[in-house]
C-alpha cells in the first residue's frame, strides 16, 4: 500500500504540475520560497490522522471550481510558514525576556 505522502505526490504528478514546483511569499518585504514537495512533506510530519485530512482536502481541492491545486498549495504553504514565522517570534520574545 502506497503511503499518503506517494498518494499526494502522484495526484501532483498526474495533474502535470513538477513537485519541485516554488511557490513564493512576501512576508514583510523578505522573500519566502516553498516546494510543493516541501509542503507535503512538512504535512507529514504531522499526526497521522492529520494526514488523511490533507489527503481528503487535495483531493477535494481538485473538484472545486474557484480553489484549484495551485491555490491549495498556495494556502497551506502560507499556514506553514505563519505558524513557523509565529514560532520563531515567539522563541524571539522568550529569548528577549530571559536577557532583560
Known amino acids: 500500500m502506497r503511503s499518503i505522502s506517494q498518494q499526494c505526490k502522484d495526484i501532483i504528478k498526474r495533474e502535470g504540475i513538477n513537485l519541485e514546483s516554488v511557490i513564493e511569499y512576501d512576508v514583510n518585504s523578505e522573500l519566502h520560497s516553498l516546494t510543493i514537495e516541501w509542503i507535503i512533506d512538512a504535512y507529514m510530519q504531522a499526526s497521522a490522522q492529520s494526514h488523511q485530512v490533507f489527503l481528503d482536502a487535495l483531493k477535494l481541492s481538485l473538484e472545486a471550481k474557484g480553489m484549484g ?12 510558514l505563519m505558524t513557523h514565522l509565529t514560532a520563531c517570534h515567539s522563541e524571539l520574545d522568550s529569548e528577549s525576556r530571559i536577557r532583560n
Open 69 to 80: 491545486i495551485d491555490k491549495f498549495f498556495e494556502d497551506m504553504g502560507q499556514l506553514i
